[in-house]
């Protein structure tokens, strides 16, 4: 059996880890090719979530959806995407949608906007996450094991729910990547509440 980390965050299961992309996942493999799909991604305007839109576009992917809370961060990494899938040649849409994954209201909007637009998702990528320094729970304080339910459970539900009960999506298979706190058996709450 592994030993116990040291590092609350880090895995005692995984014994390699990449930091870089490799030929058996490269994204342009004929059989990863997303032409027609569409992916939505939230907090994609930055870090890990721009890093997955950049490469669902190598994947040739049709329409990229990103979220973000800021307008300008947003529309930056909009004109950047676009840029991208010029240069790939496949033709590949970008939309930005100003959403706070974390707020009922505004993810309620971001799926009705899309609706509207005609844009159905098959991939869902739930990127946003909120995490802490691990601390004991009253440490923490209320306001702050409560914005991690919002983000890590609350909303990533909500998501979900509103991805499976899309109009006109009919048979079309889903995927759905949830970020590894939403599978958390301690989702609901920070991992702090696990430390002494
Ligand atoms: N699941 C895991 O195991 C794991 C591991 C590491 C990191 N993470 C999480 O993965 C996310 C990406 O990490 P990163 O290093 O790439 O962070 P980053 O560089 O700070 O990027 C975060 C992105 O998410 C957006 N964002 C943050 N809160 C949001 C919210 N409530 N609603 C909508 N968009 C939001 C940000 O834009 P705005 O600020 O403009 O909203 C930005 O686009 C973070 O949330 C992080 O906590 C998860």
């Keep these: 059996m592994a030993e116990p980390t040291q590092n609350p965050f880090a895995t005692n299961v995984t014994r390699t880890v990449h930091r870089t992309s490799y030929p058996a996942i490269a994204a342009t493999r004929p059989e990863l090719i997303q032409a027609g799909k569409t992916v939505l991604i939230t907090g994609g305007t930055a870090g890990i ?16 959806v990103i979220t973000g809370r800021r307008q300008e961060q947003l529309a930056k990494a909009v004109a950047s995407l676009t840029d991208l899938a010029a240069a790939a040649g496949h033709g590949g849409k970008i939309i930005g949608e100003r959403s706070d994954a974390a707020d009922p209201a505004s993810i309620d909007a971001l799926w009705a906007s899309l609706a509207e637009r005609g844009v159905i998702v098959d991939v869902l990528v739930l990127n946003v996450a ?5 601390k004991p729970l009253f440490e923490l304080g209320i306001e702050h094991v409560w914005e991690s339910f919002e983000v890590n459970v609350r909303g990533p539900l909500h998501h979900a729910e509103r991805f499976y009960k899309q109009v006109g999506a009919g048979g079309r298979p889903k995927v759905f990547l949830p970020t590894r706190a939403f599978f958390s058996p301690v989702a609901a709450l920070p991992l702090a509440l696990l430390s002494p």
Excluded: E, L
């Excluded at 909120?130 to 691990?134: D, G, I, L």
């Design 49 to 64: 979530g721009f890093a997955i839109a950049k490469a669902f576009i190598a994947a040739s992917i049709s329409t990229v």
């Design 130 to 134: 909120k995490f802490a320094t691990p």
